[in-house]
């Protein structure tokens, strides 16, 4: 089945220490991005990847790192969270630039 | 950022009834997605507009690209129960995608 997965699907955490959220995508899509959720503001993009190495800041960069070393997989990375990075995150992918994306499950973001 | 206006917010109709929603904006947009997401879910892609004027139709749902590719609007006719949720349209500008802030809906039986 064409998917994107996410995982963890929930994570509390405490400010300062480092997490990983995985994104993976089975329908060797090019493009992959990150948004976050959040209410009033909808969704939001935080970086996207256009290819294997090469990603670039969505809107709201900031605290945020990823990396894409394969085509499949672009995990998002908090060095060092902080409440404000509470939220709801979804990894999407697609095609090429500007098709239609297809969301993963999204994972819900409690840092204390 | 780019700002998507989306309306309206949030919708209480009748079962059987028609919807209309729409997206609109200051900005150009090449591409416009419609997309539905229920509770605790990611967003399911419902319609895709790539060409202004475009009119595409899903099932129930009828979706247009504005022609000065500043808008869009999605249609829902005859509601069912199971059309409950947020509605988000989604501009490409030729960079990203931005979103609109959803609109919820809510069908009564």
């Known amino acids: 089945e064409a998917q994107v997965t996410q995982n963890p699907r929930y994570l509390i955490t405490v400010t300062g220490k480092k997490l990983t959220v995985t994104c993976s995508q089975n329908?060797?899509?090019?493009?992959m991005s990150w948004y976050r959720q959040d209410p009033g503001l909808g969704l939001r993009q935080i970086y996207y990847?256009?290819?294997?190495?090469?990603?670039d800041k969505g809107d709201v960069p900031e605290g945020y790192k990823v990396s894409r070393k394969e085509k499949r997989n672009f995990p998002l990375i908090l060095e060092s969270p902080s409440p404000n990075q509470t939220s709801l995150y979804f990894c999407?992918?697609?095609f090429g630039l500007g098709g239609e994306q297809y969301f993963g499950p999204g994972t819900r973001l409690t840092v204390t | 950022g780019q700002q998507l206006n989306q309306s309206p917010q949030s919708m209480f109709i009748q079962e059987g009834e028609d919807v209309s929603m729409n997206c609109t904006s200051s900005?150009?947009?090449?591409?416009w997605l419609w997309y539905k997401q229920d509770p605790g879910e990611g967003p399911v892609l419902l319609i895709a507009l790539y060409k202004a004027g475009e009119l595409t139709s899903n099932g129930r749902l009828t979706a247009q690209f504005g022609i000065t590719r500043k808008d869009s609007f999605l249609n829902i006719s005859a509601s069912i129960p199971s059309d409950v949720g947020i509605y988000f349209c989604?501009?490409?500008?030729?960079?990203?995608?931005?979103f609109g802030t959803g609109t919820s809906l809510t069908v009564i039986p």
């Open positions: 999407a992918s697609s």
């Open positions: 990847s256009m290819n294997v190495e090469v990603t």
């Open positions: 989604a501009g490409f500008t030729g960079n990203q995608f931005y």
């Open positions: 900005s150009i947009f090449n591409t």
């Open positions: 329908m060797n899509h090019e493009y």
